[in-house]
């Protein structure tokens, strides 16, 4: 007798790599001129902050060099002192308008993919021509928040690292603060957090109003809700240091140091506001004698605090964005199962 053999069916090739493959393809042929008109004004970001920032430390290096000091008198040193305020200054300007570009990056991060990559595509049903060939709706959306990550991370990672260069060069008469808003959202790893929470905020947004302007209005204002509630808490993310003197004066603080609270203290180290005998006009002494004020406190984050402080809003800002993430799936597959 012979036995029958059955054989067993050849397995399914993995699809996966290919199918992001192309849609990554299609993604960049869809929005190319986008992706042009993002590098150019990256470089020019780039050309911007860098040129500044060596014009202004060779002026700077110059003056330091020369005889000349704030004090000097003469023509030729008030030339250089001229051109030493408009470089410090004109960097100052320069340097604060690159890191409200990068504060404002995730909102628009966040309105390109709710709106032109989602949305539009919902709007106009072109997504069904996709979805019609081969292309899973798990797929279709992956293809649309991968492709723009890898990008996300290493542009920002450049853009912010570009700009930490320039902040730590900024000593001198205008200095560029650590902890202003603006800055400190341009620094560290906290950039690139915050764009790809605008990537997630975009994709669930587009995925919930299916509507072009809607979608967009609605990711901008989720994005900024978040980083206006971050910021406004942010010197309570990590422990702050507080320097305490008695007497009349406020005790002393490094000069890069951020300032959180100040105030006056009691005989038994109760806390009372700043000007908690302002009202009192000229009994001042004796509002301060019957409250018992024996000195002032000063809560405040060195600049020791900035890692801490970067990384406790960052590791906050990714577990939200992979949460909106998860979430922008789990609304697909109940939609489009």
Known sequence: MSTLTRTAPAPRPDRTAPTLRAGVRVLARQHRRTLWLAGALALLWLAVVVGTTLWAGHVQDAFRASPCTAMTTGHSCDDRMREFDLALSFRQTVLGYAGLCLTVLPGIVAAFVAGPMIGREFESGTYKLAWTQSVSPGHWLLARLAAPAALLVAGVSALSAVFTWAQARTDGPYPVDWFDPTTFNALGTGPVAYALLGLALGALAGLLTRRNVPAMSAAVLATAAVAVTLGRFRGA?????????????????????????????????????????????????????????????????????????????????????AGVTALAFRVLRRHHA
């Open 237 to 321: 993310l990590w422990p702050p240091e507080t320097q305490t003197g008695s007497g009349g004066t406020l005790p002393r603080t490094p000069d890069d140091a951020w300032i959180i609270e100040t105030g006056r203290l009691t005989g038994d180290g109760t806390r009372l506001p700043y000007d908690a005998c302002w009202d009192a006009a000229a009994k001042a002494d004796r509002c301060l004698a019957d409250l018992d004020v024996t000195g002032y406190f000063v809560d405040h984050h060195p600049a020791s605090h900035f890692w801490p402080l970067q990384l406790t809003e960052t590791g906050i800002v990714l577990l939200l964005a």
